[in-house]
């Protein structure tokens, strides 16, 4: 299998230049999916070619391929590297601009038989689609490319403005990231900005309770008889809205959907203003108080924590994970809470390090094969690192710090190494001998 150069760890830039997205999908009843792309960017460098992700062909190469590439009415060249992978023969000069369009087509797959975490699957109820049209890699001296892995998150993208005209079998209602509208039955226009990438989900036999928080408009969407879970979803994703926005700031997008949906080996999945979770927790609500409200206050983190600063999931999955993380314990802090949700992180983490004692908080997501481990070092040991950390800066220097991060690398792409500079440069304490232990690399 021939690899375009790997990039494992990505430079902190922001977006080189306003990338557009502008979008026609249409969804059939039978789960076919077929679509058209073009794609507006400024090369920040000169480019051999384009390089685009077709991220559901992981599991299967008939789940989303490409069909036709043009520009400027003439048609390119273009090489599947492999099923997730292709190159299109467009060269770019440091500061061109260009259009590219892009015909794709696909099958999205049964739940029973869509493989990973059901996040490009069709139901009786439920047709969820995530990275359904080819995403533009980002570029950083040579294209970031890494294989797509079966755990963790292996999208790696740079924000971009979207318009999609999506056309969907009528009967089903559409909610997405953006703000979408309907045009008419089975006619939807959905428009955002600043997405690092665009999700949408087909509902059908769902109901839906709103709620604003500030000037954010939340919408909890769940199964008639998961009512009560449903309710509890809105409530806790609220709160937690009001909570991070104490400490952080405003909520990066002035929407936040929250949608149960089949979901398998996955409690929740985050995208930019929107939330998908597992309704297999909606249905035994409310039998785990903790993990339960864990799951949203978690995925809303991530949308200051993914969505707004992001990072490379694949080589440094801890930068976004552990971070969303520990924000999450600040919601549980209001309610009394901070000491379970700390006792939960020391016992995953011990665990998780007793069976995969070669792997940190730090490593790469290779480094958990079949994902063995990964939650409990990335995500709860994480947590106990900056947990480690604020106890050691104090609240003021270590909010300050994030606040700080968080302007710097808004709609950019930070790496671990700017987080912990950020972090030393305003804490009145060292905090190389934190580095070490928890990250097991030089201070």
Not at 90 to 108: D, E, K, N, R, V
Not at 305 to 312: F, I, K, L, S
């Amino acid at each position: 299998m021939r690899w375009l150069a790997l990039i494992v760890v990505l430079a902190a830039v922001a977006t080189a230049a306003p990338v557009r997205y502008e979008m026609a999908i249409s969804v059939s009843p039978a789960g076919a999916i077929s679509g058209e792309a073009t794609v507006t960017v400024t090369a920040p460098a000169d480019w051999p070619e384009a390089v685009f992700r077709l991220y559901p062909a992981a599991l299967a190469a008939d789940r989303l391929f490409l069909t036709r590439a043009w520009s400027d009415g003439e048609e390119v060249r273009w090489e599947s590297i492999e099923p997730t992978t292709v190159t299109v023969a467009l060269a770019a000069t440091a500061g061109q601009m260009f259009s590219l369009t892009l015909c794709f087509s696909g099958q999205i797959p049964e739940f029973a038989h869509a493989g990973g975490y059901g996040s490009y699957a069709w139901s009786t109820r439920a047709v969820v689609l995530s990275q359904a049209y080819p995403i533009l890699a980002p570029w950083d001296g040579a294209w970031v490319a890494h294989p797509a892995f079966a755990w963790g998150d292996s999208i790696v993208a740079g924000v971009a403005d979207y318009g999609l005209d999506l056309t969907v079998p009528e009967g089903w209602t559409v909610v997405a990231s953006g703000v979408e509208t309907e045009i008419s039955p089975g006619q939807y226009r959905i428009e955002g900005k600043n997405l690092r990438e665009l999700a949408f989900v087909l509902l059908r036999g769902y109901e839906v309770q709103t709620a604003l928080v500030g000037g954010v408009v939340v919408r909890s969407f769940f199964r008639p008889e998961h009512r009560a879970a449903g309710h509890a979803a809105l409530d806790v994703t609220s709160e937690a809205i009001g909570v991070f926005e104490e400490h952080l700031g405003p909520h990066p997008f002035p929407e936040l959907d929250v949608v149960s949906i089949p979901l398998r080996g996955a409690a929740g999945i985050e995208y930019p203003g929107l939330i998908f979770a597992g309704e297999s927790y909606y249905g035994r609500y409310p039998q785990d108080p903790l993990f339960f409200p864990m799951i949203f206050a978690h995925e809303v983190a991530h949308q200051w924590w993914y969505a707004e600063v992001g990072n490379d999931q694949v080589a440094e999955p801890w930068v976004d994970e552990a971070l969303a993380t520990y924000t999450s314990g600040l919601y549980f802090a209001t309610g009394f809470r901070f000491q379970e949700i700390l006792r939960y992180w020391e016992d995953g983490y011990g665990r998780a390090a007793a069976r995969k004692s070669g792997a940190t908080m730090a490593s790469p997501l290779w480094a958990f094969p079949n994902g063995d481990g990964y939650g409990g070092i990335v995500y709860s040991g994480g947590a106990l690192f900056f947990h480690a950390l604020r106890e050691r800066m104090g609240d003021d220097a270590f909010f300050h710090a994030l606040v700080r991060y968080r302007e710097e690398f808004r709609w950019g792409l930070a790496q671990g190494a700017d987080l912990l500079r950020i972090l030393a440069e305003e804490s009145p304490l060292p905090l190389d001998d934190l580095a070490r232990t928890w990250l097991r690399t030089p201070g």
